[in-house]
């Protein structure tokens, strides 16, 4: 059942490794191929201390055969493809590509200890059974040769409050670090400030996956209501409906995650819509369905207003 798979995880808690094989010191998992359905990996990160200085690429320069996505919560990281050392700080993030040769290092001192978060995605989504197994299948397919000597035009960094170019503009409190269109379909990545409740929908086709950067998230999954705090790392497999508010002041700051991608063209579609969709500073669940269906996304809808349990 697809609820089965949901799970909040505590700061610093690791899931389970997919191999006997351990995972390098400093480093836990969030979320590994078994939770997901393949779709995609996430794991947090405590750098070692470094040596301060900017190399050229060492020996080791990787060639992956997954995209990575890296977010850095602190510290100074380098990322270096080929004799070029990209310097990632504090909110900064970047999309290295499969198949473009890096190589990562500490670059702020031996007294540094960078916290980064790395999602990888292998581009091999797995079907699941009931509603949207088709669609997940038709995503697969777009990213089979995304890649292939593309690698070098897919790569960027942001630095901090930067967002992706988008169809329209976006407010800072939705900053789009990774859009569908550059990951091939393979997922989106978002920083959002949760500033009012989201009401209770359904992702039918995208797992969703929340970690909170700070501040206090409410969230009903399946009935049943949950608080995530910092470094706290939440599942929302797709097909189980949810819903989430504030529990902070300020409002809590999240990075969120789609997978497949396609959760910025809702939130343009509903920004673009907004007088629309909004009554009295409140979310209308019929009027965001007219928006949301051909996103697979769909809110549950009754005679009474909407209230979080």
Known sequence: ?????????????????????????????????????????????????????????????????????????????????????????????????????????????????????QLSAPGVLAQSEGDGGADVDAYANTVADAADGDAARRFFVLGPGEARPGRIPVPPAFSIKARTA????????????????????????????????????HIDFDGDEHI????????????????????????PRVLQISSPGGWECVVETLIEHRTEVSRGGRLDPAALNRYTRQYHVTYEVSGAPWTFR
Not at 44 to 61: F, R, S
Not at 193 to 212: C, G, L, N, S, W
Request: hydrophobic share 35%; proline share 12%.
């Open 182 to 217: 550059d990951t091939a379909g393979l997922f989106s990545f978002l920083e959002v400030t949760v500033a009012q409740p989201i009401p209770r929908h359904t992702h039918h086709v995208a797992d969703e996956a929340i970690h909170v950067l700070d501040g206090a998230l």
């Open 1 to 117: 059942m697809p609820k089965d798979r949901f799970f909040l995880l505590d700061a610093g808690a690791s899931r389970p490794a997919p191999t006997p094989v351990p995972l390098p010191p400093g480093t836990t998992l969030k979320a590994g191929p078994g939770d997901t359905e393949g779709r995609f990996s996430l794991m947090e990160k405590q750098w070692d201390g470094g040596t301060g200085t900017p190399a050229q690429v060492p020996d080791i320069t990787r060639s992956l055969d997954f995209d990575t996505f890296l977010y850095v919560r602190e510290g100074d990281l380098g990322v270096d493809i080929g004799d070029q050392t990209h310097r990632l700080t504090s909110g900064m993030c970047a999309l290295v590509p499969r198949g473009l040769p890096h190589a990562l290092r500490n670059l702020g001192g031996a007294d540094s200890t960078p916290h980064t978060l």
């Open 228 to 251: 995530a705090g910092p470094g706290q790392f939440v599942l929302l497999p797709h097909g189980v409906p949810h819903a989430i508010r504030p529990g902070s002041t300020p409002p």
